[in-house]
Every structure is written in structure tokens, then in C-alpha cells.
């Protein structure tokens, strides 16, 4: 561990939601928009934690849906920083639905966020190395830079195209 480096568990941030009836559409399930809007924040929120400072959003990777977000459900959505480089920030973002009256749990929404730490000038700036602390962290860990790379990839394939 350097000093500049920092453990998973200081940045790990969660909140919880009641899913109320404007919260869904004509299906009846969570608005797709609004539960990545809550991605989006938990990220957000993660990242700045993690980095002290400012930071913005950069990608979001393979948001999968993998479960229905009802009225009445609760969500639980968890973020903590898995990698660093640089100035960016590799966050895993999970979203699990409880059935209150039951206590059922289920997995809904998975993705990684990409966060840029930001300085006084809106300029990228260095963020601390992160240090997995659980066999998911360091799952995640291990194979970021893979990740890392496919988005640099699809980044540099995307600006290629006028």
C-alpha cells in the first residue's frame, strides 16, 4: 500500500429507493432512465469520495437489465471504485430489488462507470490507487485493465468515424 492509495471500502457508497407508481411506465416496471440516473449519482458520488474532488462521468459499460424493478420494491444501489488509471475511475455499480414484505433480494441492474477526476479548472487531475479488499474487489481488480482497454478501444474507434 503507498500513501496516495486508498482501500475499496472508503469510497463504497450506497442509498435506498421506494419505487413509487411515477416511477414506472406503461409496463409497470422502473423507468429504465431514472434507475440510471440513480447509477449515474451513486457513481458520481463514489467517484468524488474516492478523489476528494469533483468528477464526471466518462463511460458507462453494459448496463444489464437482469431483473424487473416493481412498484412497491425497494432498491438498493451500491458503487465502489474497482481500478484506477490515472485520472479515471472504474466503478462497479449494482442494483438489487427487496421485496419488503417478503425480504426477497434479487439482483436487478449491474454496469461500470467510468468517472475523470476534475481540478479547480475542469481539468483532469491524478486519482488515488485503489485497494480491493474482497475476492469480488479483487475479481474486479484483476481484470479492469481488459475493461480499460475495450473502452479505449471503442473510444478511438468511435472518434475515427466523421
Not at 482501500?7 to 413509487?20: D, G, H, K, V
Not at 455499480?93 to 462507470?113: L, P
Request: hydrophobic share 35%; proline share 6%.
Amino acid at each position: 500500500m503507498t500513501p496516495d492509495s486508498k482501500p475499496a471500502s472508503e469510497s463504497r457508497s450506497t442509498m435506498m429507493q421506494l419505487i413509487f407508481p411515477s416511477d414506472t411506465n406503461y409496463h409497470g416496471t422502473m423507468f429504465g432512465g431514472k434507475l440510471m440516473e440513480h447509477m449515474d449519482k451513486i457513481a458520481a458520488i463514489t467517484g468524488m469520495r474516492h478523489s476528494r474532488g469533483p468528477c464526471v462521468t466518462a463511460s458507462t459499460d453494459s448496463l444489464d437489465f437482469v431483473a424487473p424493478i416493481q412498484v412497491g420494491d425497494v432498491i438498493d444501489v451500491e458503487a465502489f471504485v474497482t481500478w484506477t488509471h490515472k485520472s479515471s475511475m472504474e466503478i462497479y455499480v449494482k442494483v438489487e430489488k427487496e421485496h419488503v414484505y417478503t425480504g426477497e433480494r434479487k439482483t436487478a441492474v449491474t454496469a461500470f462507470f467510468s468517472m475523470v477526476a476534475l481540478d479547480e479548472n475542469g481539468k483532469s487531475r491524478p486519482v488515488p490507487a485503489v485497494i480491493p479488499e474482497t475476492e469480488e474487489q479483487r475479481e474486479f481488480h484483476r481484470t479492469a485493465p481488459a475493461r480499460f482497454e475495450l473502452r479505449m478501444n471503442r473510444k478511438r474507434d468511435r472518434s475515427a468515424i466523421k
